[in-house]
Nanobody, 126 residues
């Protein structure tokens, strides 16, 4: 069992930056790949970043590539999402999630993730 708790959301102007954190409980954190997802009102939850258990490999969709960076510190059971050059369309609730399956065909889908945090709101004003 893994429990996840996000923090770091808030209100920021367009062009600004935020860093989200997600702390995991349990001693098996390094066994899980981690993903960040976001969900805006009326839209489906979408993948925005992922990282393997070791941190050696990351993945991003084109919509955030070059602006968002995912990282993890396994000693602190924490995964981060650094978000730069934020745009109003980045406004959403951001969730971290854990999966034991980092397969290329499934990593982008919320249903592939076993554990979820409660989410943190990010609002980008224009």
């Amino acid at each position: 069992q893994v429990q996840l708790a996000e923090s770091g959301g808030g209100l920021v102007q367009a062009g600004g930056s935020l860093r989200l954190s997600c702390v995991a409980s349990g001693r098996t954190f390094r066994n899980y790949a981690m993903g960040w997802f976001r969900q805006a009102p009326g839209k489906e939850r979408e993948f925005v970043a992922g990282i393997t258990g070791s941190g050696a490999s990351t993945d991003y969709p084109d919509s955030v590539k070059g602006r968002f960076t995912i990282s993890r510190d396994n000693a602190k059971n924490t995964v981060y999402l650094q978000m730069n050059s934020l745009k109003p369309e980045d406004t959403a609730v951001y969730y971290c999630a854990a999966t034991d399956n980092w397969g290329y065909s499934v990593r982008y889908y919320p249903s592939n993730y076993n554990y979820w945090g409660q989410g943190t709101q990010v609002t980008v004003s224009s």
